[in-house]
T-cell receptor, first 117, second 113 residues
Framework: GENVEQHPSTLSVQEGDSAVIKCTYSDSASNYFPWYKQELGKRPQLIIDIRSNVGEKKDQRIAVTLNKTAKHFSLHITETQPEDSAVYFCAEGKKEGSGGGADGLTFGKGTHLIIQP | DGGITQSPKYLFRKEGQNVTLSCEQNLNHDAMYWYRQDPGQGLRLIYYSQIVNDFQKGDIAEGYSVSREKKESFPLTVTSAQKNPTAFYLC????????????FGPGTRLTVL
């Protein structure tokens, strides 16, 4: 089946610095790559996603880059703040075709991001 | 946050008992999903359903069963055949013609004693 590798498992950065989390995937048919943020005991919340037809997407301090040839994508958080502390999950999925239904997502194991004051 | 509800929030059961977890959504989403999350792990797909009266096995379906009799509801039964059922269970939903943009419920933490 599909596999998603996520690194690092723990990332500690100084407040104000940037954080980068990387994921690789194996299924060349994957065309959707979301990132979720999960606080302790809470539900995952979608923070940004990217489709396979673009290489980069940005939303304020958060950006995602995708390299389909190398099958990897990354989350970049700039000017980190204490409220960015959480576990971040990458995932991959695919839509079968126009009008087709969506299958479930395959998730990485998560990165625990710690923002040091 | 609204739109997808799961109940109960915490559930305790004795070993060997079947238990059913509830998931309801009022987002008019066609597709619904069940994931399991263990400590330090990502989410793993148990079952999903793209339309009423149809569902598909995910990566770890053994020991679980589902039904989809209504668009709004997708209950998950954890059977006694599931060898290690203690986990955090998350339900999600998405629209039919989408790139898997899934919205999650608050989760049910199941503990088997």
């Amino acid at each position: 089946g599909e596999n998603v590798e996520q690194h690092p498992s723990t990332l500690s950065v100084q407040e104000g610095d940037s954080a980068v989390i990387k994921c690789t995937y194996s299924d060349s048919a994957s065309n959707y790559f979301p990132w979720y943020k999960q606080e302790l005991g809470k539900r995952p919340q979608l923070i940004i996603d990217i489709r396979s037809n673009v290489g980069e997407k940005k939303d304020q301090r958060i950006a995602v880059t995708l390299n389909k040839t190398a099958k990897h994508f990354s989350l970049h958080i700039t000017e980190t703040q204490p409220e960015d502390s959480a576990v971040y999950f990458c995932a991959e999925g695919k839509k079968e075709g126009s009008g087709g239904g969506a299958d479930g997502l395959t998730f990485g194991k998560g990165t625990h991001l710690i923002i040091q004051p | 946050d609204g739109g997808i509800t799961q109940s109960p929030k915490y559930l305790f059961r004795k070993e060997g008992q079947n238990v059913t977890l509830s998931c309801e959504q009022n987002l008019n989403h066609d597709a619904m999903y069940w994931y399991r999350q263990d400590p330090g792990q990502g989410l793993r797909l148990i079952y999903y359903s793209q339309i009423v009266n149809d569902f598909q096995k995910g990566d770890i379906a053994e020991g679980y069963s589902v039904s989809r009799e209504k668009k709004e509801s997708f209950p998950l039964t954890v059977t006694s055949a599931q060898k290690n059922p203690t986990a955090f269970y998350l339900c999600a939903s998405s629209i039919w013609d989408s790139f898997n943009e899934q919205f999650f419920g608050p989760g049910t933490r199941l503990t088997v004693l």
